[in-house]
């Protein structure tokens, strides 16, 4: 006989059930594929022969660049250049939107600093394909140019008030005075040569080079930014119209003592500010400034140059969402990070319906991890990732009983009749209880659309007895496959687990367990949080990080046990899972979840460090996601997992 209390509980769960299914699934935004959403950084690596080829970065800041195509070039110079040889990738988008030119110095440095005759001018409509057409100035103006030593650093900008696209550089002849003058010519309306002799734009009295020429809606005037070898440093002059009179403005641009060179000014996505960029060639460098107004310039970082990311004279576009793509698609990186910009707790799942992976993660880079929405990107072969955009946010009508902290999420699949569902579950804040909590949302699709299901499923209320402090953060799901039935992991400070019901949308109160690990040295493998738990052969193996993120301590220590609940073991001989390694400047290696590719004992952990850029500065902020190997000896016990620069290989598509 079922009793008034139970009946009640039956009733109002079925009400909960059914107002859950009822609710209007909100369909995450559409991403529009013009968007502006990153910078392209196109430069040469180096004065050796071999690197004086066009390469390729990207960056969603415009400060912070990593390099596609696994820093290699995406041009090769032998077939486009005269010297087999190219320096100073000027690039432009042009005012239809879709067309793009490009400039370069042909030029072998090896031959000389006055080996350089010429140019070349390309063009593409989709920054992979480039037509080219190389020019040499002896053999083109035989009796005006024939001497000519140096045609250093070509760009392009559109005259507006002659309604074409004029080419300035840097020359200098042997027969023509003692210094580099900037000069241009109008390209021809297929961007395939260049019109007439070259005619004198500016020269500051002295050798003026690397010129770069922006128009200011501001102040509707274009700004020359250039080098003065007499100044040693970065200058800037202004004029209405390009072929006016320059009025040079006094005071240097750039922000620094070094040596500088080719400097890249860039209207920002922001519409607001700009970016300056310049070569600090001495001292293996470039350096970024920030600018609202053109007239004052502040000190935003040093790129550090590492492995084959090491920039020289380049310059930088915005690229729309499409763009980028595009790009990553044609020059996939087989490095790490595995997915581009600041994200962190990245939670990994194989779906048996779309036979793709994917991952979700905490959307990072902001103050006070105050990030609000969560990502997913699904790959087919661990290396290669689209980006399937936001698909929750916490802060707006799609959860009702939250406000921000999106942190730290886990999902499952579960078959349900002959359907697949997606319980995503996550923490996020609470204004009414004023804590963090664990909610869940519902979906048909790995990408969404998810629904809430309107309430927390674990609050501060469902901790253990034993638990003392922490939040109700950090969730795991996990599925016993001896007895197919589902259990929910959390906690911060103590770790927590219990059953959850058939509907996945709340726990069995009376299976909530505390599962702490207990005993051994507290400072090799006390628990903190991001707990994680899988099976293979027979043992449930349990996951966590010690310590706080970006602590030099900051790494991931695993216990096995027996069943879901526990109790975990610890094995003083083999605790150790990942942990950073500042050699390879790989820091704070942590927070993971667990892959087996399926049918296979081939498994990988996929974690998140910290951006090496960012680890004296706010490093718990900006973390990025990366996937190794992770395998077993005889016994069954992790082998510690080396942390690597390049990740794993490609799936096979077998």
């Known amino acids: 006989m079922m009793t008034k209390t139970l009946l009640t509980a039956v009733l109002i769960a079925v009400s909960a059930s059914a107002t859950f299914a009822k609710k209007k699934q909100v369909a995450p935004q559409p991403q529009d594929p013009n968007e502006m959403v990153a910078y392209l950084f196109t430069y040469f690596n180096s004065n050796d022969p071999k690197d004086e080829q066009i390469c390729y970065a990207l960056s969603e800041d415009g400060y912070n660049y990593t390099p596609i195509n696994d820093g290699m070039p995406v041009i090769s110079s032998d077939t486009i250049a005269l010297t087999q040889c190219v320096r100073d990738p000027h690039i432009l988008r042009c005012e239809d939107g879709k067309t793009f030119y490009m400039v370069v110095t042909d030029m072998k440095s090896n031959l000389g600093w006055n080996s350089n005759r010429g140019m070349v001018l390309l063009k593409s409509t989709d920054l992979i394909n480039w037509q080219h057409t190389a020019i040499n100035f002896p053999t083109r103006y035989t009796k005006t140019w024939k001497n000519v030593q140096r045609v250093w650093a070509p760009e392009t900008i559109y005259d507006r008030k002659a309604g074409k696209y004029m080419v300035f550089y840097s020359l200098a002849s042997s027969d023509r005075g003692s210094y580099d003058k900037i000069y241009y010519q109008y390209a021809n309306k297929d961007f395939t040569d260049l019109e007439g002799e070259p005619k004198w734009l500016f020269d500051a009295g002295c050798a003026t080079i690397d010129g770069d020429i922006v128009y200011n809606e501001a102040d509707q005037m274009y700004h020359l930014f250039y080098k003065q070898e007499a100044g040693r440093g970065i200058y800037q002059a202004v004029a209405k119209e390009l072929t006016d009179k320059w009025q040079m403005i006094g005071g240097n641009v750039e922000q620094t003592k070094e040596s500088v060179e080719g400097v890249g000014?860039?209207?920002?996505?922001?519409?607001?500010?700009?970016?300056?960029?310049?070569?600090?060639?001495?001292?293996?460098?470039?350096?970024?400034?920030?600018?609202?107004?053109?007239?004052?310039?502040?000190?935003?970082?040093?790129?550090?140059?590492?492995?084959?990311?090491?920039?020289?004279?380049?310059?930088?576009?915005?690229?729309?969402?499409?763009?980028?793509?595009?790009?990553?698609?044609?020059?996939?990186?087989?490095?790490?990070?595995?997915?581009?910009?600041?994200?962190?707790?990245?939670?990994?799942?194989?779906?048996?319906?779309?036979?793709?992976?994917?991952?979700?993660?905490?959307?990072?880079?902001?103050?006070?991890?105050?990030?609000?929405?969560?990502?997913?990107?699904?790959?087919?072969?661990?290396?290669?990732?689209?980006?399937?955009?936001?698909m929750l946010d916490v802060k707006g009508d799609q959860v009702k009983w939250a406000t921000g902290n999106a942190w730290a999420p886990c999902i499952i699949e579960k078959k349900v009749g002959k359907a697949y569902k997606y319980f995503f579950y996550f923490s996020a804040h609470n204004p009414q209880s004023n804590r963090k909590e664990i909610g869940v949302a519902v979906s048909d699709s790995p990408t969404g659309p998810f629904v809430d299901s309107g309430a927390p499923i674990i609050t501060d209320a469902d901790r253990p007895k034993e638990a003392r402090g922490g939040q109700a953060i950090d969730v795991d799901v996990f599925q016993d496959p001896k007895t197919g039935k589902f259990y929910l992991y959390w906690g911060n400070g103590f770790m927590a687990g219990a059953e959850l019901n058939d509907d996945m949308l709340s726990v069995k109160k009376e299976t909530i367990t505390h599962l702490t690990p207990k005993g051994g040295n507290l400072q090799s493998w006390a628990f903190r949080e991001g707990a994680y738990v899988f099976y293979r052969k027979g043992t449930y193996y349990f996951m966590w990080s010690v310590d706080d993120t970006g602590s030099p301590n900051y790494h991931v220590c695993y216990g096995t046990a027996k069943s879901p609940l526990g109790p975990i073991t610890i094995d003083e001989n083999s605790y150790m899972v990942i942990k950073q390694k500042p050699e390879d400047q790989i820091y704070g290696t942590a927070h993971n979840s667990v892959l087996q590719i399926p049918g296979k004992d081939e498994w990988y952990i996929v974690y998140h460090r910290i951006n090496k850029n960012f680890v004296h500065h706010e490093p718990g902020i900006h973390r990025e996601v990366c996937i190794d190997r992770m395998t077993f000896d005889k016994q069954g016990r992790i082998i510690p997992v080396t942390p690597t620069l390049n990740g794993p290989e490609p799936l096979s598509k077998k």
């Not at 922001?270 to 600090?280: F, L, N, P, T, V």
């Open 265 to 390: 000014v860039c209207k920002a996505i922001d519409g607001k500010s700009w970016i300056i960029m310049y070569d600090c060639y001495g001292n293996g460098h470039y350096q970024f400034c920030k600018s609202e107004d053109l007239k004052t310039f502040q000190f935003v970082q040093n790129t550090e140059m590492r492995g084959k990311f090491t920039p020289r004279h380049g310059t930088i576009i915005p690229i729309t969402r499409a763009e980028k793509e595009r790009l990553l698609k044609a020059f996939p990186n087989h490095r790490q990070p595995i997915l581009s910009g600041f994200h962190a707790d990245p939670e990994v799942l194989y779906s048996n319906k779309t036979k793709k992976f994917y991952i979700y993660s905490t959307t990072d880079g902001t103050p006070g991890w105050g990030g609000h929405d969560f990502s997913v990107f699904s790959s087919e072969n661990l290396v290669d990732w689209k980006d399937e955009g936001k």
